[in-house]
């Protein structure tokens, strides 16, 4: 539960800091993401018969890979 927790706070908003150019953008962006990672890892949970919370947090970190090279890209 606690991994769960720390991740579905933490990595979205990290993740958003290398989208956002204030933090507007950075709230509304984290949410997206947020929501965004949990519906497929609960998806990707329910369709692979995986533990829901180790699902999203892995979601979540390939989010956060993902938006670090776009930022190392852009």
Not at 30 to 58: D, E, H, K, R
Not at 62 to 69: F, K, N, P, S, T
């Amino acid at each position: 539960g606690a991994l769960l927790i720390s991740s579905l706070i933490i990595f979205p908003c990290l993740s958003a800091l290398y989208l956002s150019k204030n933090f507007r953008q950075n709230t509304i962006i984290a949410v997206l993401i947020s929501v965004f990672c949990f519906i497929v890892g609960l998806t990707l949970s329910y369709m692979f018969n995986t533990p829901s919370g180790a699902t999203i947090v892995i979601v979540n970190f390939i989010a956060l890979i993902l938006c670090w090279l776009y930022h190392k890209i852009k």
